[in-house]
Protein backbone atom coordinates (compact mmCIF):
# COMPACT_ATOMS: atom_id res chain seq x y z
CA UNK A 1 0.00 0.00 0.00
CA UNK A 2 1.62 3.44 -0.81
CA UNK A 3 1.63 5.81 1.69
CA UNK A 4 -1.12 8.31 -0.32
CA UNK A 5 -3.29 5.13 0.07
CA UNK A 6 -2.62 4.94 3.98
CA UNK A 7 -2.90 8.44 4.56
CA UNK A 8 -6.47 8.27 3.02
CA UNK A 9 -7.33 5.35 4.61
CA UNK A 10 -6.86 6.61 7.69
CA UNK A 11 -8.43 9.75 7.39
CA UNK A 12 -11.37 7.91 6.08
CA UNK A 13 -11.24 5.78 9.47
CA UNK A 14 -10.74 8.81 11.86
CA UNK A 15 -13.88 10.52 10.00
CA UNK A 16 -15.58 6.97 10.35
CA UNK A 17 -14.96 7.03 14.46
CA UNK A 18 -15.97 10.84 14.89
CA UNK A 19 -18.84 9.99 13.13
CA UNK A 20 -19.88 7.00 15.38
CA UNK A 21 -18.96 9.13 18.39
CA UNK A 22 -21.74 11.99 17.17
CA UNK A 23 -24.60 9.35 16.90
CA UNK A 24 -23.47 7.86 20.22
CA UNK A 25 -23.72 11.09 21.69
CA UNK A 26 -27.27 11.70 20.15
CA UNK A 27 -28.14 8.47 21.41
CA UNK A 28 -27.03 9.64 25.09
CA UNK A 29 -28.23 13.19 24.32
CA UNK A 30 -32.12 11.48 24.54
CA UNK A 31 -30.64 8.63 26.74
CA UNK A 32 -29.99 10.58 29.45
CA UNK A 33 -32.40 13.63 28.55
CA UNK A 34 -29.77 16.11 28.69
CA UNK A 35 -31.47 18.50 26.11
CA UNK A 36 -35.09 18.89 25.85
CA UNK A 37 -34.67 19.61 22.22
CA UNK A 38 -32.06 17.23 21.07
CA UNK A 39 -30.16 20.10 19.75
CA UNK A 40 -26.79 20.35 17.60
CA UNK A 41 -24.83 21.94 20.61
CA UNK A 42 -26.05 19.72 22.91
CA UNK A 43 -24.60 16.76 20.82
CA UNK A 44 -21.48 18.49 19.82
CA UNK A 45 -20.71 18.93 23.52
CA UNK A 46 -21.43 15.30 24.26
CA UNK A 47 -19.68 14.09 21.39
CA UNK A 48 -16.62 16.47 22.34
CA UNK A 49 -16.59 17.94 19.06
CA UNK A 50 -17.60 21.79 17.69
CA UNK A 51 -20.64 22.22 16.32
CA UNK A 52 -19.22 22.85 13.06
CA UNK A 53 -17.51 19.62 13.13
CA UNK A 54 -21.20 17.98 13.71
CA UNK A 55 -22.25 19.47 10.65
CA UNK A 56 -19.81 19.12 8.70
CA UNK A 57 -20.72 15.36 8.60
CA UNK A 58 -24.18 15.13 8.40
CA UNK A 59 -25.07 18.36 6.92
CA UNK A 60 -28.61 19.51 9.07
CA UNK A 61 -30.22 18.32 11.50
CA UNK A 62 -32.67 16.27 9.90
CA UNK A 63 -29.14 14.67 8.23
CA UNK A 64 -28.46 13.81 12.07
CA UNK A 65 -31.41 12.67 12.76
CA UNK A 66 -31.83 10.39 9.14
CA UNK A 67 -28.15 8.68 10.63
CA UNK A 68 -29.23 8.14 14.23
CA UNK A 69 -32.34 6.11 13.00
CA UNK A 70 -30.49 4.31 11.41
CA UNK A 71 -27.82 3.60 13.52
CA UNK A 72 -30.21 2.76 16.36
CA UNK A 73 -32.01 0.16 13.90
CA UNK A 74 -28.05 -1.09 13.43
CA UNK A 75 -27.26 -1.10 17.39
CA UNK A 76 -30.57 -3.20 17.44
CA UNK A 77 -30.29 -5.58 14.72
CA UNK A 78 -32.90 -4.36 12.70
CA UNK A 79 -31.59 -6.36 9.90
CA UNK A 80 -33.71 -9.46 11.06
CA UNK A 81 -36.88 -7.68 10.22
CA UNK A 82 -35.72 -7.67 6.02
CA UNK A 83 -34.65 -11.64 6.66
CA UNK A 84 -37.81 -12.77 8.00
CA UNK A 85 -39.17 -11.65 5.24
CA UNK A 86 -37.43 -14.02 2.84
CA UNK A 87 -39.23 -16.42 4.70
CA UNK A 88 -42.05 -18.48 2.45
CA UNK A 89 -44.08 -19.64 4.57
CA UNK A 90 -46.16 -16.23 5.98
CA UNK A 91 -46.92 -17.52 9.59
CA UNK A 92 -42.94 -18.01 9.86
CA UNK A 93 -42.80 -14.40 8.94
CA UNK A 94 -44.75 -13.26 11.20
CA UNK A 95 -42.92 -14.68 14.00
CA UNK A 96 -40.02 -13.33 12.29
CA UNK A 97 -40.73 -9.88 11.95
CA UNK A 98 -42.51 -9.57 15.14
CA UNK A 99 -39.29 -10.95 17.20
CA UNK A 100 -37.33 -8.51 14.79
CA UNK A 101 -39.74 -5.82 16.32
CA UNK A 102 -39.50 -6.63 19.79
CA UNK A 103 -35.73 -7.18 20.20
CA UNK A 104 -34.84 -3.82 18.59
CA UNK A 105 -37.23 -1.61 20.83
CA UNK A 106 -36.40 -3.62 23.85
CA UNK A 107 -32.34 -2.32 22.85
CA UNK A 108 -32.92 0.83 23.61
CA UNK A 109 -36.49 1.49 24.74
CA UNK A 110 -35.87 4.64 26.69
CA UNK A 111 -34.45 6.45 24.03
CA UNK A 112 -37.10 4.66 21.44
CA UNK A 113 -40.13 5.76 23.97
CA UNK A 114 -38.56 9.77 23.87
CA UNK A 115 -37.90 9.96 20.13
CA UNK A 116 -42.04 8.62 19.95
CA UNK A 117 -42.54 11.45 22.63
CA UNK A 118 -40.96 14.19 21.03
CA UNK A 119 -42.23 13.57 17.44
CA UNK A 120 -45.89 14.89 18.90
CA UNK A 121 -44.06 18.83 18.94
CA UNK A 122 -40.67 18.15 16.79
CA UNK A 123 -41.74 17.51 12.80
CA UNK A 124 -38.13 16.39 11.42
CA UNK A 125 -38.01 13.79 14.17
CA UNK A 126 -41.90 13.17 13.46
CA UNK A 127 -40.86 12.97 9.90
CA UNK A 128 -38.22 10.26 9.87
CA UNK A 129 -40.39 7.98 12.63
CA UNK A 130 -43.40 7.97 9.84
CA UNK A 131 -41.04 7.28 6.97
CA UNK A 132 -39.93 3.72 9.12
CA UNK A 133 -43.86 3.67 9.98
CA UNK A 134 -44.78 3.60 6.08
CA UNK A 135 -42.14 0.67 6.12
CA UNK A 136 -43.59 -1.22 8.57
CA UNK A 137 -46.71 -0.86 6.56
CA UNK A 138 -45.30 -2.16 3.30
CA UNK A 139 -44.13 -5.15 5.29
CA UNK A 140 -47.40 -5.64 6.59
CA UNK A 141 -49.48 -5.48 2.86
CA UNK A 142 -46.38 -8.12 2.07
CA UNK A 143 -47.60 -10.23 4.58
CA UNK A 144 -51.48 -9.97 3.68
CA UNK A 145 -50.51 -10.11 0.33
CA UNK A 146 -48.48 -13.77 0.65
CA UNK A 147 -51.06 -14.89 3.19
CA UNK A 148 -54.35 -14.12 0.65
CA UNK A 149 -51.99 -16.17 -2.36
CA UNK A 150 -51.67 -18.91 -0.19
CA UNK A 151 -55.39 -19.41 0.82
CA UNK A 152 -56.39 -18.34 -2.55
CA UNK A 153 -58.93 -15.18 -2.30
CA UNK A 154 -58.49 -11.99 -3.17
CA UNK A 155 -58.64 -8.93 -0.74
CA UNK A 156 -60.76 -5.71 -0.96
CA UNK A 157 -59.21 -2.58 -0.56
CA UNK A 158 -60.65 -1.73 2.43
CA UNK A 159 -60.67 -5.02 4.72
CA UNK A 160 -56.71 -5.30 2.80
CA UNK A 161 -56.15 -1.67 4.44
CA UNK A 162 -57.79 -2.69 8.00
CA UNK A 163 -55.73 -5.59 8.30
CA UNK A 164 -52.67 -3.83 7.29
CA UNK A 165 -53.56 -0.90 10.16
CA UNK A 166 -54.32 -3.77 12.61
CA UNK A 167 -51.38 -5.67 12.38
CA UNK A 168 -49.15 -2.22 12.37
CA UNK A 169 -50.97 -1.14 15.98
CA UNK A 170 -50.22 -4.67 17.00
CA UNK A 171 -46.50 -4.91 16.15
CA UNK A 172 -46.16 -1.75 17.15
CA UNK A 173 -43.68 0.30 19.84
CA UNK A 174 -46.86 1.53 21.74
CA UNK A 175 -47.66 -1.95 22.15
CA UNK A 176 -44.86 -3.21 23.58
CA UNK A 177 -44.23 -0.51 25.46
CA UNK A 178 -47.53 -0.86 27.16
CA UNK A 179 -46.61 -4.27 28.18
CA UNK A 180 -43.03 -4.10 28.52
CA UNK A 181 -43.92 -1.52 31.87
CA UNK A 182 -46.67 -3.73 33.06
CA UNK A 183 -43.62 -5.98 33.65
CA UNK A 184 -43.84 -8.49 31.00
CA UNK A 185 -40.65 -10.25 30.17
CA UNK A 186 -39.17 -10.25 26.40
CA UNK A 187 -40.04 -13.92 25.47
CA UNK A 188 -43.69 -13.53 26.93
CA UNK A 189 -44.01 -10.54 24.83
CA UNK A 190 -42.89 -11.77 21.54
CA UNK A 191 -45.09 -14.67 21.89
CA UNK A 192 -48.31 -12.63 23.18
CA UNK A 193 -48.08 -9.98 20.02
CA UNK A 194 -47.26 -12.93 17.42
CA UNK A 195 -50.30 -14.90 18.49
CA UNK A 196 -52.52 -11.72 17.96
CA UNK A 197 -51.31 -10.37 14.84
CA UNK A 198 -51.86 -13.62 13.26
CA UNK A 199 -55.32 -14.17 14.29
CA UNK A 200 -55.75 -10.52 13.25
CA UNK A 201 -54.59 -11.69 9.76
CA UNK A 202 -56.11 -14.92 9.87
CA UNK A 203 -59.76 -12.90 10.38
CA UNK A 204 -58.78 -10.25 7.59
CA UNK A 205 -57.14 -12.26 4.75
Not at 47 to 66: D, I, K
Amino acid sequence: MSSRAYSMEKRGAAAAETRRRILEAARRVLAEALDPGLGMDAIARRAGVSRLTVYYHFHSRPGLLEALYDYLAIRGNMHRATEALRERDPSTVVAGLVRALVDFWASDPGVIRRLHAMAALDAEIATGLQAREARRRRMAREILQRMAAVRKRKLGPGGHRLAADVLCALASFETYDALARARHGREEIIEMITRLVRYALAKGS
